[in-house]
């Protein structure tokens, strides 16, 4: 017979099993048969899963994409990057038809509030596209949504501090749509 191997450990012939019962080894020879695994019947010895480490791998992979896709989903949300939960596609639709709609992300209808998700930098807090995309959404909460104090926020590209507000509308009392800060108190 040679030798055989069993589960990773080579027994010479004298110490092999024979039918699934080991004999008892030397001093400093391979394990006493309790400590060993016994042979299959006809000596063959298979590779099998242990504990089930291997079962389902696939299964795991495509719950570890799947817990991936959410995570970049919901990095995408919080960065307003792309549509989410809470796009107001009637606004979305609304905005694809003007002119300004190339700088637009996203539009979202939170609390009542009317934001803009743009890809324009911080630093264009008051500019001009900013302005107009401000003016478009006051239009479209009063003119489609019927909306007589309408709220809107134009918000900058990700960054640093989160998406800045560009240029705004706080309802009736705000004159235009160039950034204003509410007074304390109010």
């Given at each position: 017979?040679?030798a055989?191997?069993i589960?990773g450990?080579?027994f010479?012939?004298e110490?092999a099993?024979?039918n699934g019962?080991?004999r008892a080894?030397a001093p400093g020879g391979p394990?006493?048969?309790a400590?060993r695994?016994a042979?299959?019947?006809g000596?063959t010895?298979?590779?099998?899963?242990?504990?089930?480490?291997?079962?389902?791998?696939?299964k795991?992979?495509?719950?570890?994409?799947?817990?991936?896709?959410k995570?970049?989903?919901?990095a995408?949300?919080?960065e307003?990057?792309?549509?989410?939960?809470?796009?107001?596609?009637?606004?979305?639709?609304?905005?694809?038809?003007r002119?300004v709609?190339?700088?637009?992300?996203?539009?979202?209808?939170?609390?009542g509030?009317?934001?803009i998700y743009?890809?324009?930098p911080?630093?264009a807090d008051n500019?001009?596209?900013?302005?107009?995309?401000c003016?478009?959404?006051?239009?479209y909460?009063?003119?489609?949504?019927?909306t007589?104090?309408?709220?809107?926020?134009v918000?900058?590209e990700?960054?640093e501090?989160g998406n800045p507000?560009?240029?705004?509308?706080l309802?009736p009392?705000?004159?235009d749509?160039?950034?204003?800060?509410p007074?304390?108190?109010?």
């Amino acid at each position: 017979m040679g030798a055989l191997a069993i589960g990773g450990v080579w027994f010479p012939d004298e110490a092999a099993p024979r039918n699934g019962v080991a004999r008892a080894a030397a001093p400093g020879g391979p394990a006493p048969a309790a400590a060993r695994p016994a042979a299959p019947a006809g000596g063959t010895v298979v590779a099998a899963e242990v504990d089930g480490e291997n079962a389902g791998s696939g299964k795991k992979d495509a719950q570890e994409r799947a817990r991936a896709e959410k995570k970049r989903q919901r990095a995408m949300e919080a960065e307003a990057s792309g549509p989410s939960k809470h796009t107001d596609k009637d606004a979305v639709a609304y905005f694809e038809g003007r002119k300004v709609s190339k700088r637009v992300k996203d539009v979202r209808m939170v609390g009542g509030y009317l934001r803009i998700y743009t890809d324009l930098p911080e630093s264009a807090d008051n500019s001009k596209q900013a302005v107009k995309l401000c003016e478009a959404g006051v239009d479209y909460l009063v003119g489609e949504l019927g909306t007589p104090s309408p709220v809107v926020f134009v918000q900058a590209e990700f960054g640093e501090n989160g998406n800045p507000v560009l240029a705004n509308m706080l309802g009736p009392d705000d004159p235009d749509c160039r950034l204003t800060y509410p007074r304390p108190g109010k």
